[in-house]
């Protein structure tokens, strides 16, 4: 299997400017003074980033092995975003340095015998991150039907106050309507009535706003492109 070069693998987590030199980042890397600034916490969290930068690139190549683990395109980019920014915050430390850490990282990760995903060792490594990724980026929730309804209806309510009826409002309107129509011929063929199947549907909605304020994140939690996928037509009819 091909092995990116560090910085490609990087810029899958950080896909703005990285430093042009490997060299320069492993100097970085190798600074007393930044060494002695970080704890052991914070080495072991930079050295995920630059395990999840691997495998991240490596599933953009659609490796197996490395579409085994969770997928890190979106969740990676929020890991090293939060890592990087935590570790700014308590060892003092610029954003440039925090980065070349993970691309010196990256590189002594790449010295090994393949950087594969399928490699024991970094998938042993891939194994031991999970864990800090799943803490500091949860994974998303899977909403059933019923959570759809509420989280495109919310959505739409969103588009159509900032926006107005336009077309993106217009389609969310519909995929909203779309599910809210399914979910309540479920209902009532579950036995409710036509009016408790309204009611389930607007406290499911009334129940995801509230949870927007009270928990924060709301619909954010949700893996969204789930509902897109249940609002898709049946194969054998139409909207």
Do not use: W
């Not at 024991?120 to 998303?140: I, N, Y």
């Not at 009826?165 to 009535?193: H, Y």
């Amino acid at each position: 299997m091909r092995i990116p070069a560090a910085l490609a693998a990087l810029s899958l987590l950080v896909p703005s400017a990285l430093p042009a030199s490997p060299a320069l980042a492993a100097d970085a890397a190798a600074d007393a003074v930044v060494a002695d600034r970080l704890t052991p916490e914070h080495r072991a969290a930079l050295q995920c980033a630059a395990v999840f930068a691997i495998v991240a690139s490596e599933q953009a190549n659609g490796a197996p092995a490395a579409l085994a683990f969770p997928p890190l395109a979106v969740r990676g980019k929020r890991y090293f975003v939060e890592v990087s920014t935590r570790v700014v915050a308590e060892a003092g430390l610029t954003r440039e340095q925090v980065r070349d850490l993970i691309v010196a990282d990256v590189g002594t990760l790449q010295k090994g015998a393949s950087a594969d995903p399928a490699d024991a060792a970094l998938a042993t490594q891939m194994r031991a991150c999970v864990p800090l990724l799943d803490k500091a980026v949860p994974p998303l929730r899977a909403p059933d039907l019923l959570q759809c309804t509420a989280i495109l209806s919310l959505a739409f309510e969103e588009i159509h106050g900032r926006e107005g009826m336009t077309p993106a409002a217009q389609d969310m309107k519909t995929l909203a309507s779309v599910l809210t129509a399914r979910e309540r011929e479920a209902l009532i063929a579950a036995g409710r009535s036509s009016d408790q199947a309204d009611q389930a549907i607007a406290e499911a909605h009334d129940a995801m706003l509230k949870e927007a304020f009270d928990e924060g994140g709301g619909v954010e939690k949700y893996d969204i492109a789930h509902c897109y996928d249940l609002a898709k037509p049946d194969q054998k009819s139409h909207y």
